[in-house]
């Protein structure tokens, strides 16, 4: 008998669909006329095809926001998996056993239990060895609907957000969520250039219709751990990211506390408002007061 395992999806706007991976992590599903665009491809666990065939019967593309083991699982599956090439380098990290650190991490904080499976249910596959870049500005043309990718550098080099603007939707994958990671190659300083880009663009979409200038955030942790919600970060998420990423670079420490995290060792922090940002080395580079 097949063992059933339990993960939640959920149309977060007209043929829009995120599908929590045992709490793991979150991929969406954008449906157009003519295509759909698969944002992200879990851990491993999931049958992400057969999930897509149950929600649209379009051809489907694969489009990774960056290239960490818990958004790639399932990009085997595809013919065209589209990736920054920053991000490339990266996949040379991508294996079993650190995927399976990161389930079992994940799992003994309750995830195991609520959503019924194990590191053992994980589909490895090495990487796929045929990729496409993408780059700022480009879009995915679905009919009747486009994605478009905006580079976010800080998470990793290669981070990238998609604006689906017919829904109102940002994806931002671990480029700007609210425990953001900033130690796989990129310093402070290159993460709040990034987060301030993103900024740029959400101001500039204030001159759309006024439902464009409150985009959702959704992003690659909706339904993170045993949180049984999908839902959209904080308005405030992108301002409390770029202002822990000032303070972080102010020089002064008492914004800052040291914590120990698993797979990851020692780590300086700082929390401001919905927002801690985890990292290593700030490059010295201080921003004026």
């Not at 290159?190 to 006024?210: D, N, Q, V």
């Not at 308005?235 to 008492?254: N, P, V, W």
Request: charged share 25%; aromatic share 8%; net charge neutral.
């Amino acid at each position: 008998m097949k063992k059933e395992i339990r993960y939640q999806t959920a149309e977060i706007a007209p043929k829009v669909y995120a599908v929590n991976e045992c709490g793991l992590s979150t991929m969406y599903l954008i449906a157009g006329s003519r295509r759909a665009l698969l944002i992200d491809a879990g851990v491993g666990i999931l049958p992400v095809r057969e999930i897509i065939a149950e929600l649209t019967p379009l051809p489907c593309d694969l489009v990774l926001t960056h290239a960490h083991q818990d958004h790639m699982g399932a990009a085997y599956m595809f013919s065209r998996v589209y990736l920054h090439e920053k991000d490339w380098p990266l996949l040379n990290y991508i294996n079993r056993e650190n995927l399976e650190l990161f389930t079992k991490e994940i799992g003994e904080k309750g995830a195991f239990e609520a959503y019924g499976f194990g590191v053992k249910d994980i589909d490895f596959h090495p990487c796929p060895s045929t990729l496409l870049p993408i780059h700022e500005g480009q879009k995915f043309d679905l009919g009747g609907r486009t994605v478009e990718v905006l580079e976010v550098p800080g998470h990793t080099p290669g981070s990238c957000c998609f604006l689906e603007s017919a829904s109102h939707i940002l994806f931002s994958g671990d480029a700007c969520n609210t425990n953001l990671l900033l130690f796989f190659g990129c310093s402070v300083q290159e993460a709040w250039k990034g987060l301030e880009h993103l900024k740029a663009i959400r101001t500039k979409l204030s001159s759309y219709p006024a439902d464009l200038a409150n985009l959702q955030n959704f992003s690659g942790h909706a339904g993170y751990g045993t949180g049984k919600q999908i839902t959209a970060l904080p308005k405030r998420t992108l301002d409390d990211c770029i202002m822990a990423c000032r303070l972080a670079l102010d020089g002064r420490k008492e914004y800052r506390k040291k914590e120990l995290l698993p797979r990851h060792g020692i780590v300086e922090t700082v929390t401001y408002g919905t927002v801690k940002i985890s990292f290593k080395d700030t490059e010295n580079k201080l921003l004026p007061r």
